[in-house]
């Protein structure tokens, strides 16, 4: 059994299940936060993704349920512990990894999210439910069902914390809220979170205890990252160059909307890489299906909106590609955390078109460092792409442009090289 486990306050049955499960040392995440939630404490706590979150919550709270013996009320459908969620695949991503923490327990842990089967998830809850992991949507419909109550939920988490507390979802949290009992335990888990966010947790925490392992929105250090300058209309073509030269067998993709994930598969089948979908309009099991396939190497091309950003476990992912650059910086963050996980090496590439530089000097700001840039022989961006059919721009005045362009990039490069 692992010491460094043992030392954070761990029962012998979970180091035992941590042994069989091949954990050796705890990260830091898992270090600073499991022992303020074994005390009982609020937490508010930043990490970056892939550094073992969902362990630094779930291990603590199944000990001590499993300590306190709490006797869950059949009748009342009662949860104990409570995990939101905001997509369905990082729903089904918690449910496994709590599943496989508390094996040897006999914990009862249900999943609950859209795109799926009310009925079944509403059997497996009055078949009783211990910890809940679920979105915000479907809990509420469980909740006007009478299938789920929060009256006794000792554990509240919100796992990727600062999109639970996004204006979108902030409706539906505080009709949750407003069920749960006041007396409970409250843990935030995000990798990236402004002072906006900070302001609305700790209105709903009782003195947490804020823990911060890494700079704030800061990038792993093992992704490598770099931009590809582009014209628009040569994304795909260079998309599939990198794919193809580079031998890259596994990449996933993202696109800042449904059709144009779609519309990108398209393409690439056309250049003879097998490539698959996921995005909001895909149904639930046409999701998991692309998302096995991905995995078990039969398509080489997972292509996502950010709807996959926050959800996505995929062992030693080679690459991630931003085939658009995120409207909102803090989803650069969550999209390359994809790779790179778990102290494994991995590459994010982004290929930018000239009316997304403004997207890129955003994400370059949250991160507070330059990202190196570098244009490719063959691909280089054009002046003419996305100007003004003006016959004013005549040819002495784009070439100047273009040297001023190029002097830029050189610019943008070697401040890349010296972060």
């Known amino acids: 059994m692992s010491k460094a486990f043992a030392n954070l306050g761990l029962n ?3 180091l035992t299940t941590l042994e069989q499960l091949g954990f050796e040392t705890p990260t830091d995440i898992q270090t600073h936060a499991i022992p303020h939630v074994l005390n009982g404490e609020d937490v508010l706590a930043g990490a970056q993704t892939g ?14 349920l499993v300590t306190q013996a709490t ?43 859209g795109g799926t089967s009310m009925g079944v998830q509403t059997k497996n809850l009055q078949a009783g439910c211990d910890i809940l992991i679920a979105t915000p949507g479907r809990l509420l419909d469980h909740m006007f069902c009478k299938n789920v109550t929060l009256q006794k939920t000792q554990t509240l988490v919100l796992d990727e914390a600062d999109r639970m507390l996004d204006m979108g979802f902030w409706p539906d949290l505080k009709r949750i809220l ?45 992704v490598e990252q770099m931009v590809y300058p582009v014209d628009k209309k040569r994304k795909s073509e260079l ?12 990449v996933l993709v993202f696109t800042k909307t449904k059709q144009g ?28 299906k692309a998302l096995d396939d991905f995995k078990q190497g039969k398509v080489r091309a997972l292509i996502a909106t950010d709807v996959a950003a926050r959800g996505l476990d995929i062992n030693q992912l080679e690459v991630v590609v931003n085939f658009d650059m995120p409207f909102k910086a803090e989803d650069y963050v969550h999209r390359i955390g994809r790779t790179g996980r778990a102290g494994h090496n991995g590459r994010a590439i982004s290929l930018m078109s000239r009316d997304e530089e403004y997207l890129l000097e ?44 190029k002097a830029k990039m050189k610019i943008h490069a070697n401040r890349g090289k010296r972060r």
Not at 239 to 250: C, D, H, P, T, V
Not at 273 to 283: E, F, L, M, T
Request: glycine share 4%; charged share 30%; hydrophobic share 40%.
């Open 261 to 288: 994930s779609d519309a990108l598969v398209s393409e690439l089948k056309l250049d003879g890489i097998k490539a698959a979908s996921i995005n909001g309009d895909k149904s639930q099991g046409a999701r998991q």
């Open 178 to 222: 407003a069920k749960m009992n006041a007396e409970r335990q409250t843990l935030f888990f995000s990798a990236t979170f402004d002072k906006k966010i900070k302001d609305i947790a700790y209105k709903m925490m009782n003195d947490p205890k804020e823990i911060q392992v890494a700079p704030e929105n800061s990038t792993a250090e093992t």
């Open 239 to 250: 998309l599939a160059y990198l794919i193809g030269s580079r031998n890259w067998q596994q």
């Open 362 to 405: 955003a994400v370059e700001r949250l991160l507070d460092t330059r990202l190196p840039q570098e244009w490719l022989e063959g691909y280089e961006p054009s002046l003419i792409e996305d100007l003004p059919e003006d016959t004013n721009f005549n040819k002495k005045s784009r070439s100047s442009d273009k040297r001023r362009m």
């Open 12 to 14: 012998s049955e979970l």
């Open 51 to 64: 550094t073992g979150k969902t362990a630094a919550f779930g291990l603590p709270m199944i000990q001590r």
């Open 71 to 113: 006797v869950r009320d059949e009748q009342r459908n009662d949860v104990l512990a409570l995990v939101l969620v905001p997509t369905r695949e990082l729903a089904q991503q918690v449910f496994d990894n709590m599943t496989a923490y508390a094996q040897a327990t006999s914990l009862k842990i249900v999943t609950a999210y």
